[in-house]
């Protein structure tokens, strides 16, 4: 998808809009999506899962086949419509909305957020709003599990970071980035430059240290049970980039 005008204010749809078209192939093998699969399918049970983000169905689609019950929110129709047209989508439900309180009736046996996603959320308000929507949709002895990068300031040079995410023969895709460390805030462009011309690709999020992340859900009344530095439950140490964190009502 071209990108033709200025994108003037940036909604919660606004990522998932411009990327749709290219999200998939983008990513393609980027991502250790069987280990999220079994690490999920492990903690559903069987029962009933919320995805926040759903996205074009990358978890979602080989959790539905390993036997949860798969709902999903997502802000971007353009999103979502690549999950109908796969194999299998039209059976998972999704809302169309803001998973900031995601529109959708409980209870749920696992609600999950991938990739980062979580981070889309661009306040801290906003994040303490999903934790206790979240909080207000778990069953029992549900879980809620949260994947997200580890913060790194190093990357940044007085607050900005033009990088090469890839160089080929007819085109380079480059990430252009500001950040603001009072907001924690993070504005990137990926920019695709070929003979055809520039296409943009927004996205903005606030990120949230993994402390931050175990205060919010203390808030919500939720508690950290588990914290991994991947679904291959490999240890979180201070050399993890990422984690993979798992939340309940105090057991
Ligand atoms: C990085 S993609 C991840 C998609 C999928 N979960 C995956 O792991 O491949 C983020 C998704 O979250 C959606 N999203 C971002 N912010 C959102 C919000 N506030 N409410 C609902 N959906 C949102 C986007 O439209 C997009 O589909």
């Known amino acids: 998808m071209w990108l033709t005008a200025a994108v003037e204010s940036y909604e919660p749809s606004t990522y998932g809009d411009q990327i749709a078209g290219i999200y998939d192939e983008l990513y393609d093998g980027l991502f250790d999506t069987a280990g999220a699969v079994e690490f999920l399918s492990g903690l559903a049970r069987?029962?009933?899962?919320?995805?926040?983000?759903?996205g074009t169905g990358r978890i979602a689609l080989p959790l539905q086949r390993a036997g949860v019950h798969v709902s999903g929110v997502d802000a971007s129709r353009a999103m979502v419509d690549r999950l109908e047209a796969k194999a299998?989508?039209?059976?998972?439900?999704?809302?169309?909305?803001?998973?900031?309180?995601?529109?959708?009736?409980?209870?749920?046996?696992l609600v999950f957020v991938a990739f980062n996603t979580f981070f889309g959320l661009l306040s801290q308000d906003d994040q303490i709003s999903c934790f206790e929507a979240v909080a207000s949709l778990l069953a029992e002895d549900a879980r809620f599990v949260l994947e997200a990068f580890v913060p790194d300031l190093s990357r940044f040079d007085r607050h900005q970071r033009v990088s090469v995410d890839e160089v080929m023969l007819d085109q380079v895709r480059l990430?252009?980035?500001?950040?603001?460390?009072?907001a924690q805030r993070i504005d990137s462009q990926h920019v695709v430059l070929s003979e055809q011309g520039t296409r943009l690709y927004p996205v903005r999020i606030r990120y949230s240290y993994p402390g931050e992340l175990d205060l919010m859900a203390q808030l919500a009344g939720?508690?950290?049970?588990e914290r991994w530095g991947?679904?291959?439950?490999?240890?979180?140490?201070?050399?993890?980039?990422?984690h993979v964190s798992v939340y309940s009502r105090p057991l």
């Open 46 to 54: 069987g029962g009933r899962a919320l995805e926040l983000g759903i």
């Open 222 to 225: 939720l508690r950290l049970q």
């Open 230 to 242: 991947d679904w291959r439950r490999r240890p979180f140490t201070s050399e993890s980039h990422a």
């Open 175 to 182: 990430e252009v980035t500001r950040h603001d460390p009072v």
């Open 88 to 109: 299998g989508g039209d059976s998972i439900p999704v809302a169309i909305g803001d998973f900031k309180e995601p529109p959708v009736t409980g209870p749920f046996d």
